[in-house]
């Protein structure tokens, strides 16, 4: 199973981190993360609905995924050549011996920084679409599934993918509908 390195900006977005979260849950990738990324997740989304709902949010997600949280990949951030507040993702990829780093700050992690330990750097939308030619009754069963469980809005899978697109994935939300 492919293990990807989630940045803490595709976990910001509500909708796009579900997304990611359930398809990780419907094993269809192994999610990692260190410390520091769920620290500055926790922070960030903070601001937006306080510590305390932020903090048992984060708690949440690591309880769900209790394998994903790298450690011992400190000593590696030091040598890391890609952007300066990027090299602990990079690092605990590294770490982790992840394919893939998912982030949407693809300009932060220059080839030349990861090509050398093998890892990939995708945008969500390259991340989404790649699982959609992999597993396409998986990611229906998946997203179908994610509009159930809501009790408020999105109410429909065109909602949701309205709401995937706002955080980072319009050319996966785009061609998603193409296929229904």
């Given at each position: 199973?492919?293990?990807?390195?989630?940045?803490?900006?595709v976990?910001?977005?509500?909708?796009?981190r579900?997304?990611?979260?359930?398809?990780?849950?419907?094993?269809?990738y192994?999610?990692?993360?260190?410390?520091?990324?769920?620290d500055?997740?926790?922070?960030?989304?903070?601001e937006?609905?306080?510590?305390?709902?932020?903090?048992?949010l984060?708690?949440?997600?690591?309880?769900?995924?209790?394998?994903?949280?790298?450690?011992?990949?400190e000593?590696?951030?030091?040598?890391?050549?890609?952007?300066?507040?990027?090299?602990?993702?990079?690092?605990?990829?590294?770490?982790?011996?992840?394919?893939?780093?998912?982030t949407l700050?693809?300009?932060?992690?220059?080839?030349?920084?990861?090509?050398p330990?093998?890892?990939?750097?995708?945008?969500?939308?390259?991340?989404?679409?790649?699982?959609?030619?992999?597993?396409?009754?998986?990611?229906?069963?998946?997203?179908?599934?994610?509009?159930?469980?809501?009790?408020?809005?999105?109410?429909?899978?065109?909602?949701?993918?309205?709401?995937?697109?706002?955080?980072?994935?319009?050319?996966?939300?785009?061609?998603?509908?193409?296929?229904?």
């Amino acid at each position: 199973m492919q293990r990807v390195v989630l940045d803490t900006c595709v976990l910001y977005p509500n909708y796009l981190r579900d997304t990611l979260l359930r398809l990780a849950e419907a094993e269809l990738y192994e999610p990692l993360w260190s410390a520091g990324i769920l620290d500055e997740l926790t922070r960030n989304i903070a601001e937006r609905i306080g510590d305390l709902k932020a903090k048992n949010l984060v708690a949440a997600m690591a309880g769900a995924f209790p394998e994903s949280t790298v450690t011992g990949y400190e000593a590696l951030i030091s040598v890391m050549t890609n952007d300066h507040k990027d090299r602990h993702v990079l690092a605990a990829a590294i770490g982790g011996h992840a394919h893939a780093v998912v982030t949407l700050n693809l300009k932060d992690f220059p080839a030349a920084s990861s090509d050398p330990y093998g890892i990939e750097v995708l945008h969500p939308d390259e991340f989404l679409l790649d699982m959609l030619d992999l597993a396409p009754a998986e990611m229906v069963t998946v997203l179908r599934t994610q509009v159930a469980d809501y009790r408020n809005e999105p109410r429909d899978l065109h909602g949701l993918l309205d709401r995937i697109s706002a955080g980072g994935a319009p050319q996966f939300a785009a061609e998603f509908r193409r296929r229904l």
